[in-house]
Nanobody
Framework: VQLQASGGGLVQPGESLRLSCLAS????????VGWFRQAPGKEREGVSCISLSDNMTYYPYTVAGRFTISRDNAKNTVYLQMNALQPEDTVVYYC????????????????WGKGTQVTVSS
């Protein structure tokens, strides 16, 4: 079981990035996938969640309207489209999966991918 997050990089304020979370060793067909981010010295926070049973999505107010989570079943991949990026979005982003339920509580996620760095700077 492995999750591979990718797509991070350096962009200017206002630009966009799309992160990918590729699952291997299992199929993303039940439970949830969440994207989280963590700044140095701070707790890891959730920025999106998708329920694989019904495609319901969740976003905190800090990113709602700018971030969109989606899935590609054929590629066994979940994406995070991030628009209108701001310097405060500069952190490491992680994807995680839970094999049951419809939400993405940080403490209950079963598997985590390695992070991908997003840097927003002019």
């Amino acid at each position: 079981v492995q999750l591979q997050a990718s797509g991070g990089g350096l962009v200017q304020p206002g630009e966009s990035l799309r992160l990918s979370c590729l699952a291997s060793g299992f199929t993303l067909d039940a439970g949830t996938v969440g994207w989280f981010r963590q700044a140095p010295g701070k707790e890891r926070e959730g920025v999106s969640c998708i329920s694989l049973s019904d495609n319901m999505t969740y976003y905190p107010y800090t990113v709602a309207g700018r971030f969109t989570i989606s899935r590609d079943n054929a590629k066994n991949t979940v994406y995070l489209q991030m628009n209108a990026l701001q310097p405060e979005d500069t952190v490491v982003y992680y994807c995680a999966v839970r094999g049951y339920g419809t939400t993405c509580p940080r403490s209950s996620m079963s598997y985590w991918g390695k992070g991908t760095q997003v840097t927003v700077s002019s």
